[in-house]
């Protein structure tokens, strides 16, 4: 059986694929670290292996092209691609929330942050002590006494608690271990493309506030986890040659730094 068959089903089980957005995941996780480029060749070899057809592909980066996502380059019979400045520029920031350091203690200092809004209104958040952002109005520092299940419960609305039902679907499948690098690698790309999708949608929640009946006590380390087992097989799959491919530079800022690196150990 396909190792990788659960997680391409549910891929193009959730309505028309988005393409170019799986095209700029694979930028994000399995290009940019490594110089930058990738050429049209083994990105379609990636997306291949998780059901994605050639003339997808073709469509998905005709349109990061013109959009200002992406520039390519002509070298001999294939093209290489790369994020143009614009690009770059628009994905930073996410990169950052994509890959942030879990949290694997108990929060033990937390802040009531209020913040002041127009025509009288205010926003008030519980965050860690150490997740408090400037700009707050008033913020208050203590020991967290007591959550109610109901304050619990109002921390997933419907559709993020679907989300991580789904992303800890796909950690479950994972758990089977995968060897063969291309494999891992499309697996890598599929697990940070759920979790991208999560944390750019979604406001992360503490897992000390997360109701108990959560999909997953911790999502964030557990893709943490699960990144840290597939990663050695995917970062040797882009330095092969395999294939008559041209190995992609020597990772700049190593994967095993992403996630805080904690786990990796």
């Avoid at 959550?147 to 609305?157: G, I, K, M, W």
């Avoid at 608690?161 to 891992?184: F, H, K, Q, S, Y």
């Avoid at 990663?231 to 020597?250: C, H, I, N, Q, R």
């Amino acid at each position: 059986m396909d190792p990788l068959a659960p997680l391409i089903t549910a891929l193009h089980s959730q309505g028309r694929l988005r393409v170019w957005s799986l095209v700029i995941t694979a930028f994000g996780d399995l290009v940019q670290h490594r110089g930058g480029e990738i050429s049209s060749t083994r990105l379609r070899m990636v997306l291949g292996r998780v059901g994605v057809e050639q003339g997808a592909l073709r469509t998905a980066l005709s349109r990061l092209s013109s959009d200002g996502w992406v520039h390519s380059e002509r070298v001999g019979r294939s093209s290489q691609y790369r994020l143009t400045a614009q690009g770059l520029d628009r994905f930073a920031s996410a990169t950052a929330r994509i890959y942030a350091p879990a949290r694997n203690e108990p929060v033990l200092q937390w802040a009531v942050c209020v913040t002041l809004a127009g025509a009288g209104g205010e926003t008030t958040r519980i965050v860690p002590a150490d997740q408090v952002a400037d700009g707050a109005d008033c913020v208050v520092l203590g020991p967290l006494q007591h959550v109610s299940d109901a304050y619990r419960a109002a921390q997933l609305v419907p559709a993020h608690r679907a989300a991580l039902t789904a992303l800890a679907a796909d950690l479950g499948a994972l758990r089977v271990g995968i060897d063969d690098p291309l494999d891992a690698t499309a697996a890598r790309l599929l697990l940070i493309h759920r979790w991208r999708r999560i944390v750019l949608r979604f406001p992360e929640c503490v897992p000390d506030l997360l109701p108990h009946d959560a999909p997953l006590a911790n999502p964030r380390a557990a893709v943490a986890r699960a990144y840290a087992a597939l990663t050695p097989a995917v970062e040797g799959w882009l330095t092969s040659d395999a294939g008559g491919l041209a190995p992609l530079p020597k990772a700049s800022q190593p994967a095993a730094k992403r996630f805080g690196g904690a786990l990796w150990a």
